[in-house]
């Protein structure tokens, strides 16, 4: 059983929207940071946006005004909206939680496994 999984990746005109979501297995123990990251052929996966337990909230450069990024802490969920996609946005999206899986193993920072997000006309 996978313990994170994504949803909502697909393909977008230049200037539409998505919705990105990553939720925990149900069996997870806690969670601390949740992060989103994107991955282009080539080069090494960047942190796009990431928000604490306490709600402390960071974003790329590139991204900022336009994407925001929220938490549900019941249900261990994180989502990405992504308003106003422009071409450059095209990647594969992974969510990315520190987390303790079980009461019984450490924390640790575990990855989904991605979402393709194209960006295109």
């Known amino acids: 059983q996978a313990l994170l999984v994504e949803s909502g990746g697909g393909l977008v005109q230049p200037g539409g929207s998505l919705t990105l979501s990553c939720a925990a297995s149900?069996?997870?123990?806690?969670?601390?940071?949740m992060a989103w990251y994107r991955q282009v052929p080539g080069q090494a996966r960047d942190m796009v946006a990431e928000i604490t337990s306490g709600n402390e909230i960071q974003y790329a450069d590139y991204v900022r005004g336009r994407f925001t990024i929220a938490r549900d802490n019941a249900k261990k969920t994180v989502s990405l909206q992504m308003n106003s996609l422009e071409p450059e946005d095209t990647g594969v999206y992974y969510c990315?939680?520190?987390?303790?899986?079980?009461?019984?193993?450490?924390?640790?920072?575990?990855w989904g496994q991605g979402t393709q997000v194209t960006v295109s006309s």
């Open positions: 149900e069996s997870v123990f806690s969670v601390a940071m």
């Open positions: 990315n939680f520190y987390m303790r899986p079980r009461g019984t193993m450490p924390w640790g920072y575990y």
